[in-house]
């Protein structure tokens, strides 16, 4: 038996899934009966099953399941980005921790590599001795609610473990980090489940519940912390604005802190900001060299979360101008690269255990 791996992508859906298998030969003489009646051979009421055909093997059997996946048409609405998120933790890792059994793990790494249909398989393929192969894909229904409820008990078991995670430090970045990630494994869920509906199989539906809940219980967490902000050499609070305004995007609130940073204020952005002229001989405007460096840190255990740097020059007619143009330039880093990197750090991928 050979094994051989289909890619199927339905718009906004990405399944992770096995191996498709495909038997070795390709027969010929009498048509079966399922090229031109598939359900005569596999009933309804067991598969799920499609014909497909081409002036090749391969056309017939990509065709056989693009008829396969065509079942499912626009039942199945999984977010793209959460399907692609899941699928990076799998691929690098950072899942398998969360992953019970050693079997498990490896099923479900071999399964991410690429974006498939689970439990389809190509049952038979017929030369009309012509010029033209056929192929049938055929899903057992019963095997396939088995595999995709089992991948959605796992998913369920890693979401009540990231919820105890997030119990056990319940305003911090990490349960936001966990109940993001959460979010991202239900999205998932609601795509296996509509595959086992679909297929007339039953889940625990009192189980499964929507990403919408767990991204509301991050906003609520996120809502009651504060980030305590220090700029030294700041010039008009432009610079803490700039940075307030990336966390408030995610609806943090900042407070500007003068001196030294509250004991109770666990998380501390520490901002130096250095102007300083620089010298272009034969240059008739003036330059300013701005060097910025930022910290984001937990205080609680003297971690860095987020290392930020930034340096330009900048040249005007005056000095005071070109001061202001490198302020301005670090404004506009700020609103772009650091704001990609908190939003990097907030949705990374399930925390490590």
């Known amino acids: 038996m050979l094994k051989r791996f289909i890619f199927?992508?339905?718009?906004?859906?990405?399944?992770?899934?096995?191996?498709?298998?495909?038997?070795?030969?390709?027969?010929?003489?009498?048509?079966?009966s399922w090229v031109n009646?598939?359900?005569?051979?596999?009933?309804?009421?067991?598969?799920?099953?499609?014909?497909?055909?081409?002036?090749?093997?391969?056309m017939a059997e990509g065709n056989a399941l693009a008829a396969l996946t065509s079942f499912f048409?626009?039942?199945?609405?999984?977010?793209?980005?959460?399907?692609?998120?899941y699928q990076q933790a799998i691929l690098n890792g950072a899942m398998d921790g969360w992953v019970e059994t050693a079997e498990m793990r490896s099923n479900i790494r071999s399964t991410a590599s690429m974006n498939n249909l689970m439990g389809a398989e190509i049952k038979a393929v017929w030369f009309d001795s012509k010029e033209t192969f056929y192929?049938?894909?055929?899903?057992?229904?019963?095997?396939?609610?088995?595999?995709?409820?089992?991948?959605?008990?796992?998913?369920l078991g890693i979401i009540n473990r990231l919820m105890a995670e997030t119990s056990a430090d319940p305003v911090s970045f990490k349960?936001?980090?966990?109940?993001?990630?959460?979010?991202?494994?239900?999205?998932?869920?609601?795509?296996?489940?509509?595959?086992?509906?679909?297929?007339?199989?039953?889940?625990?539906?009192?189980?499964?519940?929507?990403g919408a809940h767990y991204r509301?219980?991050?906003?609520?967490?996120?809502g009651r912390m504060r980030i305590g902000i220090r700029v030294v050499n700041d010039r008009n609070g432009r610079i803490?604005?700039?940075?307030?305004?990336?966390?408030?995007?995610?609806g943090f609130e900042s407070a500007l802190v003068q001196s030294s940073f509250p004991s109770a204020m666990r998380y501390a952005l520490d901002v130096n900001v250095g102007l300083s002229p620089v010298d272009l001989p034969n240059n008739p405007n003036v330059f300013s060299r701005i060097e910025l460096a930022a910290n984001l840190a937990d205080r609680n255990n003297n971690a860095v979360l987020i290392p930020y740097t930034f340096n330009s020059r900048e040249g005007h007619t005056s000095a005071a101008e070109a001061d202001n143009r490198c302020i301005a330039a670090a404004e506009r880093n700020i609103n772009e690269a650091f704001a990609s990197l908190l939003s990097d750090y907030l949705t990374q991928l399930i925390p490590e255990k």
Do not use: H
Request: hydrophobic letters at 45%.
């Open 8 to 32: 199927v992508l339905f718009p906004l859906l990405i399944l992770l899934s096995s191996c498709v298998s495909v038997s070795s030969g390709v027969s010929t003489g009498v048509m079966p």
């Open 135 to 155: 192929a049938v894909a055929v899903m057992d229904k019963a095997n396939t609610i088995r595999i995709y409820n089992e991948l959605l008990q796992n998913n």
């Open 216 to 222: 509301v219980l991050a906003a609520e967490i996120i």
């Open 175 to 210: 349960s936001v980090i966990c109940l993001m990630f959460a979010a991202t494994l239900a999205e998932i869920n609601e795509g296996y489940r509509s595959i086992v509906l679909l297929l007339d199989g039953t889940t625990n539906e009192s189980t499964i519940t929507s």
């Open 73 to 85: 048409g626009q039942t199945l609405q999984v977010e793209r980005t959460a399907a692609s998120s």
């Open 37 to 58: 009646d598939v359900d005569s051979a596999y009933p309804r009421t067991r598969y799920v099953a499609a014909t497909g055909f081409g002036n090749s093997r391969a």
């Open 240 to 250: 803490f604005g700039a940075f307030a305004r990336c966390f408030a995007d995610w």
